[in-house]
């Protein structure tokens, strides 16, 4: 039984780690392969390229499940902002609406007051646990999932 937490290892780091090891392990294995089979030749490079396949695909099955999953919450959005709000974002691009929703969980997990329609569009939609008043909110899986997508579409605005 192993002793390594893997936990504490997003996805993206666990895989960039877990296929640097395997490299390295498989080309100490073709080593020794030649070395006691007598072998002139082996398949590390064949090898490395179906490392870098497999990173690859692995990034590429990452990319369309974030997509998916930024659909799903869009969704979400758009769904709550037009049931819920006035006319000026009910309307609105739901870039705007995920930058209202952004901030509105941005204050509550902060300790600072939002409007009743925010909050409560933030709690029953499923982003943010509700809790007493005054209280520093703690986000759902979903809040938490959002709350990371926003940061990366900050960033790729930059």
Known sequence: MSDI???????????????????ETY?????????EGNLTEYSEP???????EAERRLCSIVQKL??????????IIEHLFKARWTRNLADAPVNEMRDQLS???RDQTNGYWSGHTAY?????????????KGAN????SLGT????????????EQ
């Open 27 to 35: 080309g100490d294995y073709c080593t020794f392969k030649e070395h």
């Open 46 to 52: 064949v090898f490395e390229k179906s490392i870098e």
């Open 120 to 132: 409560n569009l933030a709690v029953d939609g499923g982003f943010l646990i509700n809790d007493k």
């Open 145 to 156: 999932m959002f709350v990371e997508q926003e940061q990366l579409r900050k960033e790729q």
């Open 66 to 75: 974030e997509n998916s999953n930024e659909h799903v919450i869009d969704s």
């Open 5 to 23: 937490n893997f936990d504490k290892y997003g996805n993206e780091e666990f895989f960039k780690l877990f296929l640097a090891a395997v490299k």
């Open 103 to 105: 901030k509105t969980l």
């Open 137 to 140: 909110k703690r986000l759902t």
